[in-house]
Structure formats: structure tokens, C-alpha cells
């Protein structure tokens, strides 16, 4: 009797185990570096914001679909392509807005202030799931410092009253209501603990849980009513920082100030700073890595245009940044704007958005040059991840479409 139900707990066990596999050690850090199983861990990939609501495919008739702000779920097809496809980049990780940030409009998870839609989950659940089973890691920002199609705080401002709008109100000091209402606050906070403490329905972890999300950003590009003031009240970062760590005590978190605000350096819950590139620049990224090194953490350049051209002689050139990066104790590593891939279930066409920085990777449109700029960028993250040297000009390994699901 006590036999039997001593197997049938343990078969039960093992069932589960198969049923909701977990595949990743958590990232840690010791001073500037990032750790796996005690080994220094680079992160290293593309920024793919659509994973968890993309803007770019109107689906067929009959699926969801909010034309006011085009939004509407990518397909599963589309999310695994995109894995094998950092994979095959030799990328470790991805930085994904819509997994973070996903509010205000109706197919997201929080349509109005407070109202949790379970179905927006769907994608972000399948996006999580399967990096894990690929073994790439996601950094995820919790808000957005714009007024885009998946929301951010600008959403928050509008729920409670303060009509701002990106377009004419950047200078508008109300904007700081964001940071500063303790009733915006308080909500931001139970939007952040409703994300976090969702439970994945593909895995069964919740995304505190799940260390394939290994670090959380309080926001994207975040800063003050004028352009680039890294005007994000230390009060605030303190607040919100503890707050995820209390949830989620096994993550990073990053600061998402826009730029590297020294006045943060005495919170104690920021493991790494951050800043973005457009174009690259080697002058800008020094000063943010020397601002870095005297604060005991890591540095990671979030965003950086790919595209080029390059400048040969001034700091505007993609080698020179990924050198330095590659040389740096501080840096952790970088993640380019941005990745698209095709159009699953349709193999044959990508999917595009018109910014001007989209790579498309194995497009057989691509031009020449368009695929150096890939290879220099698979050579640094093999390099980064690897620690293997490839030449520039290797050949980009295909992606087979469509990528397999794991399980
Ligand atoms: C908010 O402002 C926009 C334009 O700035 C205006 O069209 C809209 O009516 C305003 N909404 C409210 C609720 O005041
Ligand atoms: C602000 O921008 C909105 C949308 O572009 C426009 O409708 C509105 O008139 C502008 N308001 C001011 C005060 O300029
Ligand atoms: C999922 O995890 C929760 C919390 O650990 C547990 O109560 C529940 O039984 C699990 N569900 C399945 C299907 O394993
Ligand atoms: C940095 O953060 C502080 C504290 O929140 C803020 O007062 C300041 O405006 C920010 N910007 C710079 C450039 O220090
Ligand atoms: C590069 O960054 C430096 C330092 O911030 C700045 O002075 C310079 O104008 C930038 N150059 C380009 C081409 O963006
Ligand atoms: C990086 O380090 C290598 C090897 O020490 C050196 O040759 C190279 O000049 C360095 N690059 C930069 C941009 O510092
Ligand atoms: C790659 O570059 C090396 C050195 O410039 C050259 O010898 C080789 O032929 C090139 N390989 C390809 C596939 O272009």
C-alpha cells in the first residue's frame, strides 16, 4: 500500500517533469559579469518586439484583429522561425517589448485600467515556452516611454486623466505624473504583478518563475518631458526596482532609463545599465562603458541601428562598436533593432515594417550588402557566445521554414 503510493507519486512526478519541462539555469551576476552555472554568459541578440502582439500582418478574416492600432497575434510559425533564426545568428537572447508591455488596446493583456484579457496570453506563453526549449533567454521591459500600438505610459497617463499625447506634449511637466502619482504608480505596479505572476498554460511556471525571462527593464527608453533627460526620478527606479525584485527575486533587472543615469547607481536592485544607438557610435558607447565601471554592474547596449553605412574613420562603424563591446569588462552584451522574420504559415514572403531598420535574415532579396551587415553581426555573437572566431564572410546557415515546435 505505502509501496504503491510511493510509485505512483514518483510516476506522477515524472509525468509531470515530461509534461512541463524546465531546460534553463537562472543568469546571476557578480559585479560586472553575468553568470550561468558560474560561467560568465554573454547577451547577445536582436530586439523582436512583436513576439507577445505585433503591428505588421493583418490575419485572415475570422482571427483577431484591432484596426484602430493594427494590432493582432503573430502566429506560432512565426515565433519558432524567429528562435531558430537567433539561433542560427548564434544569439543567446532576445529583448521583447510585447512581452512586457501589452496594455490598452482591446487584444491585449490589460485592455482597460485593471481588466486582465487571458487571451493575450496565448502568444506571450508560446514565446516564452518554446525560448526555453530553444535555450534563449528574454529581457523584457515593463513599460514604454512612447504611444504605440502595444501601450506603455502613456496608457496609464490617459486612465487617469492626463489627456498627453506623444506628438505635442513632450514638454508638457505633467508627463512626470507617470513617476510621480501615487495612483499611476499603484496601478503600474498591479499591471507588473498580474504579468509576472501569470502562469504559463504551455509550462506551468509563472514568468517570475521561468527563468527564460532572465532580466526585467522597468521600461523602454524611459526619460522626463524633455527629449533624452534621463529625467526618470531615482524615487521611482528605487520603488518599482524592489517591487519586481520582491516578485521575481531571481532575476535581473535593468534600469530603463534612457541613457546612464549616475544618480542611480546607489540602487541597490539595478543590475545593469543600458542605453541605445542611433546610428552606432564608438565615442558615445566609451562614455557610457567608463560611466559603468565604477558601479560594481553590467552594461548592455539595447538597442543600436544595424544598418549602416559605416564611417572608417569616425565613431559611426559596427566592427569598432562590437569590438569594444567584445573588449570591455562591463559590457554584458547588445541586442540590434530589430529582427522580422516570414510570414508562417506562408514561407515565402517577410514580414516588413517600415522604420528602415529591419533584418530580415536569409531574405533571398537581401542584397549583398545587407548580408555582410548580417554576418559582421552573427560573427560578434559567435564570438561573444562562443568565444569562436569565424570569418566575416561565412556563410549564414539557412533556417528551415517552417522551424520545428519543441516539446
Ligand atoms: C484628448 O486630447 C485629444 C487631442 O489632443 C482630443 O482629441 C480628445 O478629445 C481628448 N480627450 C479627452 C477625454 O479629453
Ligand atoms: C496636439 O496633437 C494632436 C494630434 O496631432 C492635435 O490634434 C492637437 O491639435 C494638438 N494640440 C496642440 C495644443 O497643439
Ligand atoms: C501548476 O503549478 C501549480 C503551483 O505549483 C500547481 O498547484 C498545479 O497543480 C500545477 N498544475 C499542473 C497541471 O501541474
Ligand atoms: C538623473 O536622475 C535624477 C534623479 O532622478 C534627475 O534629477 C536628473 O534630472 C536625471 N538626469 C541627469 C542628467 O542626471
Ligand atoms: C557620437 O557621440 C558623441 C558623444 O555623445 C557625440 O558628440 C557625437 O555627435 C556623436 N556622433 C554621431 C555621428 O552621432
Ligand atoms: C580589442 O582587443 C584586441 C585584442 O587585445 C585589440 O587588438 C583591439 O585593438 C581592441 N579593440 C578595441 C576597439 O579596443
Ligand atoms: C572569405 O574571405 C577570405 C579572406 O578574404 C577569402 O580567402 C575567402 O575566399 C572568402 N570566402 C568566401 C566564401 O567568400
Same mark, same amino acid.
Request: net charge negative; with cysteine; aromatic share 12%.
Given at each position: !500500500?505505502?509501496?504503491l503510493?510511493?510509485?505512483s507519486?514518483?510516476?506522477?512526478?515524472?509525468?509531470? &517533469?515530461?509534461?512541463?519541462?524546465?531546460?534553463?539555469?537562472?543568469? @546571476?551576476?557578480?559585479?560586472?559579469t553575468?553568470?550561468?552555472?558560474?560561467?560568465?554568459?554573454? &547577451?547577445?541578440?536582436?530586439?523582436?518586439?512583436?513576439?507577445?502582439?505585433?503591428? +505588421?500582418?493583418?490575419p485572415?478574416?475570422?482571427?483577431?484583429?484591432?484596426?484602430?492600432?493594427?494590432?493582432?497575434?503573430?502566429?506560432?510559425?512565426?515565433?519558432?522561425?524567429a528562435?531558430?533564426?537567433?539561433?542560427? %545568428?548564434?544569439?543567446?537572447?532576445?529583448?521583447?517589448?510585447?512581452?512586457?508591455?501589452n496594455?490598452? /488596446?482591446?487584444?491585449?493583456?490589460?485592455?482597460e485600467?485593471?481588466?486582465?484579457?487571458e487571451?493575450?496570453?496565448?502568444?506571450?506563453?508560446?514565446?516564452?515556452?518554446?525560448?526555453?526549449?530553444?535555450?534563449? *533567454?528574454?529581457?523584457?521591459?515593463?513599460?514604454? +516611454?512612447?504611444d504605440?500600438y502595444?501601450?506603455?505610459?502613456?496608457?496609464?497617463?490617459?486612465w487617469?486623466?492626463?489627456?498627453?499625447?506623444?506628438? /505635442?506634449?513632450?514638454?508638457?511637466?505633467? !508627463?512626470?505624473?507617470?513617476?510621480t502619482?501615487?495612483a499611476?504608480?499603484?496601478a =503600474?505596479?498591479?499591471?507588473?504583478?498580474?504579468?509576472?505572476?501569470? *502562469?504559463?498554460q504551455?509550462?506551468? %511556471?509563472?514568468?517570475?518563475e521561468?527563468?527564460?525571462?532572465?532580466?526585467? $527593464?522597468?521600461? /523602454? $527608453? %524611459?526619460?522626463?518631458?524633455?527629449?533624452?533627460? !534621463?529625467?526618470?526620478?531615482a524615487?521611482w527606479?528605487?520603488?518599482?526596482?524592489g517591487?519586481?525584485?520582491?516578485? &521575481?527575486p +531571481?532575476?535581473?533587472?535593468?534600469?530603463?532609463t534612457?541613457?546612464?543615469? *549616475?544618480?542611480?547607481?546607489?540602487?541597490?536592485?539595478? #543590475?545593469?545599465?543600458?542605453?541605445?544607438?542611433?546610428?552606432v557610435?564608438?565615442?558615445?558607447?566609451?562614455?557610457?562603458?567608463?560611466?559603468?565601471?565604477?558601479?560594481d554592474?553590467?552594461?548592455?547596449?539595447?538597442?543600436?541601428?544595424?544598418?549602416?553605412?559605416?564611417?572608417?574613420?569616425?565613431?559611426?562603424? %559596427?566592427?569598432?562598436?562590437?569590438?569594444?563591446?567584445?573588449?570591455?569588462?562591463?559590457?554584458?552584451g547588445?541586442? =540590434?533593432?530589430s529582427?522580422?522574420? *516570414?510570414?508562417?504559415?506562408?514561407?515565402?514572403?517577410f514580414? #516588413?515594417?517600415? #522604420?528602415? =531598420? @529591419?533584418?530580415q535574415?536569409?531574405?533571398p532579396?537581401?542584397? $549583398?550588402?545587407?548580408?555582410?551587415?548580417?554576418?559582421?553581426?552573427?560573427?560578434?555573437?559567435?564570438?561573444?557566445s562562443?568565444?569562436?572566431?569565424?570569418?566575416a564572410?561565412? @556563410?549564414?546557415?539557412?533556417?528551415?521554414?517552417?522551424?520545428? &515546435?519543441?516539446?
Amino acid at each position: !500500500m505505502i509501496k504503491l503510493l510511493y510509485a505512483s507519486v514518483a510516476l506522477s512526478g515524472v509525468l509531470a &517533469a515530461a509534461q512541463y519541462p524546465t531546460v534553463l539555469s537562472p543568469v @546571476t551576476r557578480e559585479g560586472s559579469t553575468l553568470l550561468v552555472d558560474g560561467k560568465p554568459w554573454k &547577451a547577445v541578440g536582436p530586439n523582436i518586439y512583436w513576439l507577445g502582439l505585433d503591428e +505588421n500582418v493583418v490575419p485572415p478574416d475570422g482571427e483577431p484583429y484591432d484596426a484602430a492600432t493594427k494590432s493582432s497575434y503573430p502566429t506560432k510559425g512565426r515565433i519558432t522561425d524567429a528562435l531558430a533564426t537567433v539561433q542560427a %545568428l548564434g544569439g543567446t537572447m532576445i529583448r521583447s517589448h510585447t512581452l512586457g508591455t501589452n496594455l490598452g /488596446n482591446p487584444l491585449t493583456v490589460m485592455p482597460e485600467l485593471g481588466v486582465i484579457n487571458e487571451a493575450a496570453f496565448e502568444a506571450i506563453d508560446w514565446a516564452v515556452y518554446q525560448a526555453g526549449l530553444y535555450g534563449i *533567454r528574454y529581457m523584457v521591459p515593463l513599460t514604454d +516611454n512612447w504611444d504605440y500600438y502595444h501601450g506603455g505610459k502613456y496608457n496609464f497617463l490617459r486612465w487617469f486623466g492626463y489627456n498627453l499625447t506623444q506628438a /505635442n506634449d513632450s514638454q508638457n511637466p505633467e !508627463m512626470q505624473q507617470f513617476y510621480t502619482n501615487q495612483a499611476i504608480v499603484a496601478a =503600474f505596479k498591479n499591471y507588473i504583478e498580474k504579468l509576472v505572476t501569470h *502562469r504559463n498554460q504551455y509550462n506551468n %511556471l509563472t514568468y517570475a518563475e521561468d527563468p527564460t525571462i532572465f532580466a526585467f $527593464e522597468t521600461g /523602454n $527608453e %524611459l526619460q522626463g518631458p524633455r527629449n533624452r533627460d !534621463m529625467d526618470c526620478p531615482a524615487d521611482w527606479v528605487r520603488d518599482i526596482t524592489g517591487f519586481i525584485k520582491n516578485l &521575481a527575486p +531571481n532575476k535581473l533587472i535593468v534600469d530603463g532609463t534612457y541613457g546612464v543615469n *549616475r544618480t542611480h547607481f546607489d540602487i541597490q536592485d539595478i #543590475d545593469i545599465f543600458s542605453n541605445h544607438y542611433y546610428p552606432v557610435n564608438t565615442t558615445k558607447l566609451q562614455l557610457d562603458l567608463e560611466t559603468v565601471e565604477g558601479a560594481d554592474r553590467a552594461y548592455f547596449a539595447g538597442e543600436y541601428s544595424w544598418v549602416g553605412p559605416d564611417d572608417s574613420s569616425g565613431p559611426v562603424n %559596427l566592427v569598432s562598436f562590437f569590438d569594444i563591446i567584445q573588449n570591455s569588462s562591463v559590457a554584458a552584451g547588445d541586442a =540590434f533593432w530589430s529582427l522580422f522574420g *516570414r510570414n508562417l504559415p506562408d514561407c515565402n514572403t517577410f514580414v #516588413d515594417h517600415s #522604420d528602415g =531598420f @529591419t533584418l530580415q535574415y536569409n531574405n533571398p532579396t537581401n542584397s $549583398e550588402y545587407t548580408n555582410s551587415r548580417i554576418q559582421l553581426i552573427r560573427k560578434h555573437f559567435v564570438a561573444m557566445s562562443q568565444g569562436k572566431e569565424i570569418p566575416a564572410n561565412e @556563410t549564414l546557415p539557412a533556417v528551415p521554414c517552417p522551424a520545428p &515546435a519543441l516539446s
